[in-house]
């Protein structure tokens, strides 16, 4: 049996899956409640725009850690087919980075900063890299991919977190204060 085919290397990491899946399918929710919550601020086609750009991108990358904890859990014959699958979601995941980069240059609602390009291009890309790289040496390293999988999925969570609070906080005291009659200020 090679080392692809081998069951083994998953085994031991069902509880961090579970622990960092969960946190990601709870943070959706969250998210959600959170976008509800300010949906009551006046929005027009640019803050659309910047939306694309900064909020949407934290919903998809703690749905991949979702989808990756998913898949590293599922009890596969062997770790191939799991590997395969993570190995697609790093190539998504990178695609979908490109394309988060290229709306935060066209955006006119905000104009991003280093910290912008760190959180919602450099870190997403390096966790998708990751996966991608990962997929592709577990057939000789399925140990070593096996940790390369795991730092991307928490990666990947913390980014969101970053990304979700900073989209919140923007949009209390900044999209708020903008919208609050002058007499209010």
């Given at each position: 049996m090679s080392p692809?085919?081998?069951?083994?290397?998953?085994e031991g990491w069902e509880n961090f899956?579970?622990?960092?899946?969960?946190?990601?399918?709870?943070?959706?929710?969250?998210?959600?409640?959170?976008?509800?919550?300010?949906?009551?601020l006046p929005s027009d086609r640019v803050?659309?725009?910047?939306?694309?750009?900064?909020?949407?991108?934290s919903v998809v990358h703690f749905g991949a850690v979702l989808l990756l904890s998913a898949i590293a859990s599922a009890p596969w014959n062997g770790i191939g087919v799991a590997a395969t699958l993570w190995?697609?979601?790093?190539?998504f995941g990178a695609t979908y980075v490109v394309l988060v980069a290229l709306r935060m240059r066209r955006t006119t609602?905000?104009?991003?900063?280093?910290?912008?390009?760190?959180?919602?291009?450099?870190?997403?890309?390096?966790?998708?890299a990751?996966?991608?790289a990962s997929a592709l040496?577990?057939?000789?390293?399925?140990?070593?991919?096996?940790?390369f999988v795991g730092a991307a999925a928490l990666l990947l969570l913390f980014v969101g977190i970053h990304n979700a609070w900073d989209a919140?906080?923007?949009?209390?005291?900044?999209?708020?204060?903008?919208?609050?009659?002058?007499?209010?200020r």
């Open positions: 692809v085919d081998a069951g083994a290397p998953l899956y579970v622990i960092v899946g969960s946190s990601a399918g709870a943070l959706i929710g969250l998210q959600f409640v959170v976008i509800t919550l300010i949906a009551d803050d659309s725009q910047a939306n694309r750009a900064f909020a949407t991108p190995g697609l979601l790093g190539a609602a905000y104009r991003a900063v280093l910290e912008d390009w760190v959180f919602h291009a450099i870190l997403p890309l390096t966790a998708y990751a996966l991608g040496t577990t057939g000789t390293r399925a140990r070593s991919s096996l940790f919140v906080t923007y949009h209390v005291f900044v999209q708020r204060r903008k919208n609050r009659p002058k007499a209010d």
